[in-house]
């Protein structure tokens, strides 16, 4: 069964770090079955595409919101894709979800995502002092 699973959030101070992690199961990173791509939700707000990486061609794409802030990097060994946060903000604040991403377009400095598939209840993220 084709999984990704979410670990990593927690609490952290405006400035800070954090590093989520995506493992997936039931298939490798070389044969991923689309682009993985990290995504958030804050309440009463839409979901926002914020990195995605392409394993075809090893390319990575940011919102504008993130860029310049999170990194994306993968892990064939324990089969796991990471978002490194830095320079967290208040407004980082959501649950953050990883899952396979059937096509994307950028539009006026988004990442916007269809097809979203197995993806899992994703991880929840708190900037705040």
């Known amino acids: 069964q084709l999984q990704l699973t979410e670990s990593g959030g927690g609490l952290v101070q405006p400035g800070g770090s954090l590093r989520l992690s995506c493992t997936a199961s039931?298939?490798?990173?070389?044969?991923?079955?689309?682009?993985i791509g990290w995504f958030r939700q804050a309440p009463g707000k839409e979901r926002e595409g914020v990195a995605l990486?392409?394993?075809?061609?090893?390319?990575?794409s940011y919102s504008d919101s993130v860029k310049g802030r999170f990194t994306v990097s993968r892990d064939n060994a324990k089969n796991a894709v990471y978002l490194q946060m830095n320079d967290l903000e208040p407004e980082d604040t959501a649950v953050y979800h990883c899952?396979?991403?059937?096509?994307?377009?950028?539009?006026?400095?988004?990442?916007?995502?269809?097809?979203?598939?197995?993806g899992g209840q994703g991880t929840q993220v708190t900037v705040s002092s």
């Open positions: 899952a396979t991403v059937s096509s994307v377009s950028y539009f006026g400095g988004e990442l916007q995502f269809r097809g979203v598939n197995y």
């Open positions: 990486i392409n394993f075809s061609d090893g390319s990575i």
């Open positions: 039931g298939f490798t990173l070389d044969s991923a079955p689309a682009p």
